[in-house]
């Protein structure tokens, strides 16, 4: 006969393990209104006239009273697993993070993140018609059209209005957790969903742990860390030491404020070198104000130096307050050293606050280097040691794909281990410029264990900024220069810009390739005639 020790000691253990998983819970945070952004509507950026203003309201708070810049963005992500499809067919396994909002959009090729208008709308097919696994695939593969964009599995929260029923009930954030899963689990992504945030903004970023179904012996945490991106709090930084770190079944929504422009990638920081390597990096970049402003960029300038978050003056500038003394060494973008008068056409986009025009372009593509080791995907899977020390990359990817699925439009899908296809790899990697146009190659090599190198034949790629800095001297002289290959590290990023505006030499219909010349990294694996290129079309 048993003791009853050896009887009741496993039924504990198992209402103990109910216990903590009934504690999780999914919940997604996109207020539509905050302190600093108090109006009812802060789906549009307003225009920029000239830095916000601030006034100490009644509660002891700093309130805008002047210039509210900016807007309310959001965006949900999952941390999980995954499979994606190599150029050569081979099927890999993946540590990912995929998007639980903006679908419709990360399909397309888009950023993810949503106002909160967009975000906090509940799925129009309801408990009828709910989301299905491996949606979106799932639904255009039956012939349907996707179109939400809203937090997958958001629904009025009817305990908030005592059961009197979901019509009536709030939003609040509260999420079904059957939605998220079917959506959320094996939906990894590489790369990482894309994020895209303008100067001034408030990002609401909310990361659920749905767990990795591959490797149920894995408890594994998850964070979001925003690369190199002036985040002002190390809470939100996603590093775990400093900050916290989201178990399965739970939900966390970081908060930042985007003060400087620029292109940055995040990934997760529990233990970086097995995740990153195993896909969990993306990108996110930071529009400039500059886009918003109305009349002369020069002028424009002249305001955003008024902004002591981001002010980088000299003397004689004429802003306010003035500076007697040389700007601080590591000011990234002081006034133009040639006065001006190059006007906000309306048509174009600027990478950077270049308060010239200098950085203008017409379309911009997101280009992440990521390589990766197959054997290390393997054992991950496996359940067998990784060997760190003996990484290899072998296959090598831009925005996720390795020739010839780089020049593949549209999302690529894979079928996981649930039997639903997944859109593993949404982003295409085929850059189009318009007949006499620019394009703005966002580059970031998300690679952990190789240097990168891409080259342009027949279009000189412009080299305006690097790590998110404008190349620029503190005498405001611009330090752009052509080039026709460029080469990171794991953690760099530069922006460059493809000029085609010369239509003798860049006809219509014509076609060049991005590149590396690094033999070995054009490959699959073992086989030849693969990895990082790409075509660059003129349409």
Same mark, same amino acid.
């Given at each position: 006969?048993?003791?009853?020790?050896?009887?009741?000691?496993?039924?504990?253990?198992?209402?103990?393990?109910?216990?903590?998983?009934?504690?999780?819970?999914?919940?997604?945070?996109?207020?539509?209104?905050?302190?600093?952004?108090?109006?009812?509507?802060?789906?549009?950026?307003?225009?920029? %006239?000239?830095?916000?203003?601030?006034?100490?309201?009644?509660?002891?708070?700093?309130? *805008?009273?002047?210039?509210?810049?900016?807007?309310?963005?959001?965006?949900?992500?999952?941390?999980?697993?995954?499979?994606?499809?190599?150029?050569? @067919?081979?099927?890999?396994?993946?540590?990912?993070?995929?998007?639980?909002? !903006?679908?419709?959009?990360?399909?397309? !090729?888009? *950023?993810?993140?949503?106002?909160?208008?967009?975000?906090?709308?509940?799925?129009?097919?309801?408990?009828?018609?709910?989301?299905?696994?491996?949606?979106?695939?799932? +639904?255009?593969?039956?012939?349907? =059209?996707?179109?939400?964009?809203?937090?997958?599995?958001?629904?009025?929260?009817?305990?908030?209005?005592?059961?009197?029923?979901?019509?009536?009930?709030?939003?609040?954030?509260?999420?079904?957790?059957?939605?998220?899963?079917?959506?959320?689990?094996?939906?990894?992504? &590489?790369?990482?969903?894309?994020?895209?945030?303008?100067?001034?903004?408030?990002?609401?970023?909310?990361?659920?742990?749905?767990?990795?179904?591959?490797?149920?012996?894995?408890?594994?945490?998850?964070?979001?860390?925003?690369?190199?991106?002036?985040?002002?709090?190390?809470?939100?930084?996603?590093?775990?030491?400093?900050?916290?770190?989201?178990?399965?079944?739970?939900?966390?929504?970081?908060?930042?404020?985007?003060?400087?422009?620029?292109?940055?990638?995040?990934?997760?920081?529990? +233990?970086?070198?097995?995740?990153?390597?195993?896909?969990?990096? !993306?990108?996110?970049?930071?529009?400039?104000?500059?886009?918003?402003? &109305?009349?002369? =960029?020069?002028?424009?300038?002249?305001?955003?130096?008024?902004?002591?978050?981001?002010?980088?003056?000299?003397?004689?500038?004429?802003?306010?307050?003035?500076?007697?003394?040389?700007?601080?060494?590591?000011?990234?973008?002081?006034?133009?050293?040639?006065?001006?008068?190059?006007?906000?056409?309306?048509?174009?986009?600027?990478?950077?606050?270049?308060?010239?025009?200098?950085?203008?372009?017409?379309?911009?593509?997101? $280009?992440? $280097?990521?390589?990766?080791?197959?054997?290390?995907?393997?054992?991950?899977?496996?359940?067998? *040691?990784?060997?760190?020390?003996?990484?290899?990359?072998?296959?090598?990817?831009?925005?996720?794909?390795?020739?010839?699925?780089?020049?593949?439009?549209?999302?690529?899908?894979?079928?996981?281990?649930?039997?639903?296809?997944?859109?593993?790899?949404?982003?295409? %990697?085929?850059?189009?410029?318009?007949?006499?146009?620019?394009?703005?190659?966002?580059?970031?090599?998300?690679?952990?264990?190789?240097?990168? +190198?891409?080259?342009?034949?027949?279009?000189?790629?412009?080299?305006?900024?690097?790590?998110?800095? =404008?190349?620029?001297?503190?005498?405001?002289?611009?330090?752009?220069?052509?080039?026709?290959?460029?080469?990171?590290?794991? @953690?760099? %990023?530069?922006?460059?810009?493809?000029?085609?505006?010369?239509?003798?030499?860049?006809?219509?219909?014509?076609?060049?390739?991005?590149?590396?010349?690094?033999?070995?990294?054009?490959?699959?694996?073992?086989?030849?005639?693969?990895?990082?290129?790409?075509?660059?079309?003129?349409?």
């Amino acid at each position: 006969m048993k003791k009853a020790h050896q009887v009741w000691l496993p039924i504990l253990f198992v209402c103990f393990a109910t216990v903590a998983a009934s504690a999780q819970s999914f919940r997604v945070q996109c207020p539509a209104t905050t302190i600093t952004h108090p109006a009812a509507n802060n789906d549009l950026e307003p225009a920029y %006239s000239g830095p916000t203003q601030f006034t100490q309201g009644v509660n002891g708070y700093m309130v *805008p009273s002047g210039n509210v810049n900016g807007a309310i963005k959001c965006q949900q992500i999952s941390g999980g697993d995954g499979y994606a499809t190599m150029g050569d @067919g081979t099927q890999t396994y993946m540590f990912s993070f995929g998007p639980l909002s !903006g679908l419709a959009d990360i399909i397309a !090729g888009r *950023p993810g993140t949503q106002s909160p208008s967009t975000f906090n709308t509940v799925y129009p097919g309801g408990t009828a018609n709910p989301l299905q696994p491996g949606d979106p695939a799932t +639904t255009i593969n039956n012939g349907g =059209l996707f179109t939400y964009n809203g937090a997958v599995g958001l629904v009025p929260d009817v305990d908030a209005n005592n059961g009197a029923g979901a019509a009536s009930a709030k939003l609040t954030g509260h999420v079904d957790p059957r939605q998220m899963l079917d959506v959320g689990v094996m939906n990894g992504n &590489i790369p990482a969903p894309l994020m895209a945030i303008d100067e001034d903004d408030e990002f609401f970023l909310t990361l659920s742990n749905v767990g990795m179904i591959m490797r149920p012996d894995l408890f594994e945490q998850h964070t979001v860390h925003f690369h190199g991106y002036p985040n002002a709090s190390s809470f939100y930084d996603g590093v775990p030491d400093a900050s916290v770190a989201i178990n399965i079944g739970g939900s966390f929504t970081y908060y930042y404020l985007a003060p400087d422009a620029g292109t940055y990638f995040w990934h997760c920081h529990i +233990t970086p070198p097995e995740h990153l390597q195993m896909g969990m990096v !993306g990108q996110i970049y930071v529009r400039p104000r500059q886009n918003r402003v &109305i009349g002369s =960029l020069s002028s424009g300038l002249l305001n955003q130096q008024g902004d002591l978050r981001t002010a980088c003056r000299r003397p004689g500038d004429g802003a306010t307050p003035s500076v007697s003394t040389a700007p601080d060494i590591l000011c990234s973008n002081p006034m133009p050293a040639v006065a001006t008068s190059a006007s906000n056409d309306g048509t174009h986009k600027y990478a950077y606050n270049d308060g010239d025009g200098s950085t203008a372009y017409d379309i911009e593509y997101p $280009i992440q $280097i990521h390589g990766f080791d197959p054997n290390f995907h393997f054992v991950g899977m496996t359940f067998n *040691p990784e060997g760190f020390a003996d990484m290899k990359d072998k296959y090598f990817l831009l925005n996720g794909r390795s020739y010839p699925d780089t020049v593949t439009a549209g999302p690529m899908q894979t079928q996981s281990a649930d039997g639903a296809s997944h859109f593993s790899q949404p982003l295409p %990697s085929i850059i189009n410029i318009p007949v006499g146009g620019k394009a703005l190659l966002r580059i970031s090599d998300l690679d952990v264990t190789e240097y990168q +190198t891409l080259a342009s034949l027949g279009i000189p790629m412009k080299v305006i900024a690097i790590n998110a800095k =404008l190349l620029r001297d503190q005498a405001g002289n611009n330090l752009y220069y052509n080039t026709n290959s460029i080469t990171l590290a794991g @953690g760099e %990023s530069l922006d460059v810009i493809l000029d085609a505006s010369d239509t003798a030499k860049y006809p219509a219909r014509s076609v060049f390739y991005l590149y590396t010349p690094n033999l070995d990294h054009l490959s699959n694996d073992a086989e030849n005639f693969g990895g990082l290129m790409t075509e660059v079309r003129i349409n």
